[in-house]
Structure formats: C-alpha cells, structure tokens
C-alpha cells in the first residue's frame, strides 16, 4: 500500500487511494470512490461510491460525503460539514437513481458545520463559512456566510478577505497576489 490507513479503518474493494494518502480511525472507504494523492481522510469520515476526491484534499472528523459529490484538488472540508445528495428525503421513497450532483472547485474550503444542499457547484477558491447552509451555486472566491447563505465578500487563494480599490483591484496581504473584481467576477491577476 502507498497509503496509510489506521487499523480501525474499512477500505472496502474496488476503490482507489493515492499515495502519501492518510486514513485515520473508524473512517469508511467505499467501492467504487476515487481518492487522490496526499489527502488526509480524518476520523469517523464515509466516502460513498462514486465519490471523487482530487489530491491533497483534506477531509476534517466526523464528515459523510455521499454519491455524487467531486472535489478537486487542495479543498478543504472542515468538521462534521454535511452533503446532502437528494432533495426530497423520504425514508419509504427509494430515491437512489435520483441523487444530484455537487461539485466543489479547487481549493474551496467548507466551513465546519456547513450544509451544502445538493445540485449546487461551490467555486474554485470559495470559502464557506462555519455553519452557512448553501442553497445556490458558489461563485469562485466567494465568501458565503449564514442561513441560508449569503456572499459577503471575496477570498484569495490563500484563504485572505479581499478588499477591493476602486479600480476594483486587491492584493492578498500574505501572497501579495492581485485580483481583479470585474463584472461581479474575481480573476486572479499575478
């Protein structure tokens, strides 16, 4: 194995797990999901079929993420955020055939506790505050914060609120990249 996994983890068959990936205890690994190279899959964590994790994503405690769901490279996902992948639960209504896609882009990070209702795409870079409830698709570099959720800003690729001139221009404050704000857009300049 080219992966970790803590001996109080299920990896089930047919999967796929990359190397330098860390599973840690009571975690579940379904058939048929896609992990990627240096993720950190946290405690108590299921990965249903079909789920596809890109590399070094990082999955905080306490997170089921359902079939359906995508993530691409370097997201974030912190404690016991949810997924949601049917719109209308009903427990005597199979429902299987209908579940709804979510994708989330590259580095977005979900806050812990946040509930992304399914069918909905959260942005390359977004940042979903700890406990929001996403109802709508996430613009990338959005800040969403609340419930339901609403954007109160923009983030830069390093996890830094954007303040924006007005030339609708910012700069990260660590990276000392710069956006620009155009259209009701974010676009990373250098």
Known sequence: MS???HPTAVIDDNCSI???????HFSHIMSGSI??????????????PGVVLGNNV?????????TGVTCDDDVFLGPS????????PRSAV?????????????????????????????????FIGAGAVVTKDVAP????IGNPAKQTGWMSEYGHKLNFDSNGIAICPESKQQYKLEGGKVSRLT
């Open 3 to 5: 992966f970790f996994a």
């Open 18 to 24: 990359g190397a330098d990936t860390k599973i840690w």
């Open 35 to 48: 992990i990627g190279s240096g993720c950190n899959i946290g405690q108590n964590v299921v990965v249903s």
């Open 58 to 66: 990082k999955v905080q405690n306490n997170v089921s993420i359902y």
């Open 81 to 88: 955020c949810v997924f949601t992948n049917v719109t209308n």
């Open 94 to 126: 199979a429902r299987r055939e209908k579940y709804e896609k979510t994708h989330v882009g590259k580095g977005a990070t979900i806050g812990a506790n946040a509930t992304i209702i399914c069918g909905n795409n959260i942005g390359e870079y977004s």
């Open 141 to 144: 570099y959005a800040l969403l």
